[in-house]
């Protein structure tokens, strides 16, 4: 995975193949699949490791701050890997990690008060916001 992330790190204008992660391992293409069912799962594998210190610092201030910080944070996180972003982006379908970014998101907002049909639409609206401005970036 992290041999992935390298790689659309150094050429993130080249497609990441199967191939090209087994040249930078040292390795031939089908022994990747020991590790890895197909290209599918290793991109999200890299994109969830990519992710994975990610956290919502919660602020002494006030919850917006905790927000905008927090965003700020993933767009950071993910700006690398706008080439694995891409990949995994479909209308109407949020990739599992976006989904873990999101309920980090919720529970602040419940925590500031945000309830019902408030609350749905801010944690779908901060991750697909975050996800716009990385693919627009």
Request: proline residues 5%; glycine residues 6%.
């Amino acid at each position: 995975l992290v041999a992935a992330l390298d790689l659309v790190r150094r050429e993130p204008e080249r497609a990441l193949t199967m191939e090209r992660v087994a040249v930078e391992l040292g390795t031939r293409t089908m022994s990747l699949y020991t590790h890895v069912r197909s290209r599918g799962d290793l991109i999200d594998g890299a994109f969830r490791h990519a992710l994975r210190d990610w956290r919502l610092r919660e602020s002494e201030g006030p919850w917006d701050e905790a927000i905008r910080i927090g965003c700020h944070a993933l767009r950071d996180a993910m700006l690398p890997y706008a080439p694995l972003v891409r990949e995994l982006s479909r209308p109407g379908r949020l990739h599992p990690a976006f989904l873990e970014c999101a309920a980090t998101f919720s529970a602040v907002l419940r925590r500031a008060g945000f309830e019902g049909r408030e609350h749905a639409r801010a944690v779908r609206w901060i991750p697909q916001t975050i996800l716009g401005a990385v693919l627009l970036e």
